[in-house]
């Protein structure tokens, strides 16, 4: 029996788009745009920057996922309007930065780095306004059970300042879907709270940043939660296995997977944390980079059977494997500079997050550059995963 090819057996390889050959600075978006904010603490800022950018250039997720510092950005996007949420976004920013006092720029590396290592222990020593504070009582001598035998920090600040700069009732109800990650402190399962399924507050995302030994757990009906970096530092698992259509996510991350050999102490404090913060991403995009590929021969093999074979319930079920929506995802990677040590997650200082932020703008002004790389992927209804900004 001669084998056909086999328009019997159609497969969905997601939704095609019109678009324009001469397309450069726009994307043609497909059924969901998310955004994946991943944690670092101060360089959080660097997040602030990308969504500004990626709001002018009309680009508004309609779901947006974060871990830590990321879940504070999101919430705070998602609880605001969308003429808003920059604005929001910056104010929250500069009310963390107030209180770091600001040196003169020196062209000297070393300098700097000396200059970065003071405002953060200035941050170790006085905390962050609106964020947290140090205790009183240091964590050894207080009570057993007690919360302040349990972390250096109180984070009690954080709540108001989320209740000022957010909108729960937007949260819940608006048009942004918003996912944190957090883990159970007793059980050690990692979850994501989602607007999706049940109603945020503060304690949420709260619990997504309570990162130990510096800040305490969060409690949430009972239990008690820890910063979801602890498990995952990134969310993009939850947005890749939640997803119900073609999908364009921008992964934002703070802590590079690739650079260059430490040279100093403070050089292996960094790599460490880059290390340990980032593998979550490169190994969940590979993940799916491996499915996608797989996905793509079993449409391939399928285009081959003859139509009488289309209706076995083993072909049903390759054809369901294949039937995956397309997903392009987008990596925004903040490049550590060459002053910025160990301590880069927890430097507070104005002039640090300015740069921080517009690092976050030019990533995307360099990835829109070559945007169109992306658009013809999503108007062919094609996976891949792309960095466009890799300097």
Request: charged residues 20%; glycine residues 8%; negative net charge.
């Amino acid at each position: 029996m001669a084998l056909q090819r086999a328009e019997a057996c159609p497969i969905n390889q997601g939704v095609m788009a019109d678009i324009d050959p001469s397309f450069n600075n726009a994307l043609p978006l497909p059924e969901q745009t998310a955004l994946v904010l991943q944690g670092g603490g101060a360089l959080g800022s660097y997040q602030g920057g990308v969504f500004e950018a990626l709001a002018e250039a009309g680009i508004m997720p309609d779901w947006i996922a974060g871990i830590s510092i990321g879940a504070i950005n999101a919430a705070i996007i998602a609880g605001n309007p969308p003429g808003h949420r920059a604005l929001r976004l910056r104010h929250f920013w500069e009310e963390m930065t107030s209180a770091v006092p600001n040196f003169p720029v020196w062209p000297s590396d070393y300098i700097r780095e000396a200059m970065h290592e003071w405002s953060a222990g200035f941050v170790a020593a006085f905390g962050v306004p609106g964020f947290f504070t140090p205790r009183a009582v240091p964590p050894f001598m207080a009570l057993p059970d007690s919360e302040g035998a349990m972390s250096f920090y109180d984070s009690a600040p954080l709540r108001d300042t989320l209740d000022a700069h957010v909108d729960w009732d937007l949260v819940n109800g608006g048009d942004v879907r918003l996912s944190v990650g957090a883990v159970n402190v007793e059980s050690g399962n990692f979850r994501y709270f989602d607007s999706a399924n049940e109603r945020l507050d503060a304690r949420h995302i709260m619990a997504s940043g309570a990162l130990p030994p510096g800040l305490p757990p969060i409690e949430i009906d009972g239990g008690l939660w820890w910063d979801g970096g602890l498990v995952s530092n990134t969310p993009l698992q939850h947005i890749v296995a939640e997803r119900t259509g073609d999908m364009l996510v921008f992964q934002v991350d703070l802590f590079s997977a690739s650079d260059v050999r430490p040279s100093t102490i403070t050089d292996v404090f960094a790599r460490e944390k880059e290390i340990r913060y980032s593998s979550r991403t490169r190994q969940i995009t590979d993940q799916f980079l491996a499915r996608s590929e797989t996905a793509g021969t079993i449409r391939a093999a399928l285009r081959k059977l003859p139509a009488e074979l289309c209706d076995d319930p083993d072909i049903a079920a390759l054809k369901a494997l294949a039937e995956e929506p397309a997903l392009n995802i987008v990596h925004l990677i903040h490049k550590a500079n060459a002053w910025e040590g160990g301590s880069r997650d927890y430097e507070f200082s104005r002039r640090t997050m300015d740069e921080h932020w517009q690092a976050g703008r030019e990533a995307v002004a360099e990835t829109m550059r070559h945007g169109d790389v992306i658009a013809r992927n999503i108007a062919d209804g094609k996976s891949a995963a792309f960095d466009l900004n890799p300097a």
